[in-house]
């Protein structure tokens, strides 16, 4: 379930905005002050961040470029009662994903409030495949990061800084000239040429001469 942090001097405003999102299936905990919804953001998974441009203390705008600058993964929505041009730019400027002008239309601002938790939910997916990419980098045509192929790649290391002869096993299509090129590639033949030999596709005689 998306939970959604609802920040408004206003408590009138706070109470409308949560009733209708709690209907949509959202979670709300609401705030008064954007000082209060800062500080309270690492003890809350929270997904998106509504809040007024222009409040008491701690602006809209500043809550918006502390969360910018801390927690960029969550996206923040302006409301202004000013739909100017000139307020979108600062409020894009100042790190938020989108802005909605008041009055709020309470479908419209649910349909924002989805499309900001899907771009974070989107930005995290891209986030953990890169980190995947970064781990198996420099592996060649080697993928993935699992406890099993952590030990594959520790024994090449270990086997490629040697000159002993090494046999793979396993059944056909498991990679085994793959690792076998991987080895090559980090040995100190590095800068030889790579053989591939399909013994089954040779003649028994041939073999033995």
Request: proline share 3%.
């Amino acid at each position: 379930m998306t939970t959604v942090f609802v920040v408004d001097d206003e408590r009138e405003m706070v109470e409308l905005i949560a009733l209708g999102l709690k209907r949509r299936g959202f979670t709300i905990v609401p705030f008064g002050a954007g000082a209060d919804a800062l500080a309270a953001i690492p003890s809350h998974d929270v997904d998106v961040i509504i809040t007024d441009l222009n409040m008491k203390g701690m602006t809209g705008l500043e809550l918006c470029q502390h969360v910018a600058a801390d927690r960029p993964d969550i996206p923040v929505l302006m409301l202004t009662a000013f739909g100017s041009f000139e307020t979108a730019v600062g409020a894009i400027r100042a790190g938020a994903y989108d802005f909605v002008t008041k009055p709020v239309e309470i479908e419209a601002l649910a349909i924002a409030v989805r499309r900001a938790a899907e771009h974070r939910s989107l930005r995290g997916e891209v986030k953990r495949l890169r980190e995947v990419v970064a781990q198996t980098r420099g592996r060649g045509d080697l993928i993935g990061s699992s406890t099993a192929m952590q030990q594959v790649y520790g024994l090449i290391d270990q086997v490629s800084a040697t000159d002993a002869t090494v046999l793979i096993t396993g059944e056909s299509g498991t990679g085994k000239e793959v690792v076998a090129r991987e080895i090559h590639q980090r040995s100190r033949r590095a800068g030889g040429g790579f053989v591939a030999l399909n013994c089954a596709a040779v003649p028994e005689p041939l073999l033995e001469s």
